[in-house]
């Protein structure tokens, strides 16, 4: 497995473990600390997330309504690198209760592109999606059935 995926991967499985935590502050490290950060969250309003500082507000509001540990993995993994720049997509999963008791479960779509800054692969553009069933138009709870 060449090194930059190698790199791409381990990104992935910071990202995972800091979500499992809940710790805001270790998912924003993997990201670039900037205005350029530009997130389509399923979570919302707002439609979108720009810059650092708003994507932040929105992981720290999501961690406040649940209960720790989460449960956070990523399947499906693809990683296709061009120079210093990597696009992604996977299947990720969260499982975990919100602070009222109410479990709390969320199969995503994830398309990821993150860049290779001073030899540190972060995250500048996610786009987080469910699909819809067809027959009933409502969100599917189970990617791997459709």
């Excluded at 929105?58 to 309504?65: G, N, S, V």
Aim: glycine share 4%; no cysteine.
């Amino acid at each position: 497995m060449p090194v930059p995926v190698a790199q791409v991967q381990a990104v992935f499985q910071q990202f995972s473990a800091g979500f499992s935590k809940r710790d805001a502050d270790a998912v924003m490290s993997l990201f670039v600390h900037d205005d350029s950060v530009f997130v389509f969250d399923v979570v919302g309003p707002p439609r979108q997330y720009v810059g650092w500082d708003a994507y932040l507000k929105d992981l720290q509001h999501f961690f406040a309504a649940l209960k720790a540990p989460l449960h956070h993995s990523v399947k499906d993994l693809s990683i296709t690198i061009s120079g210093d720049v990597a696009y992604t997509h996977s299947i990720q999963e969260v499982r975990g209760e919100f602070t009222n008791g109410t479990p709390y479960r969320a199969d995503v779509r994830v398309t990821d592109v993150l860049r290779r800054l001073d030899d540190k692969w972060l995250f500048v553009q996610e786009h987080i999606s469910v699909p819809v069933d067809s027959k009933t138009v409502m969100r599917s709870t189970d990617l791997y059935s459709l």
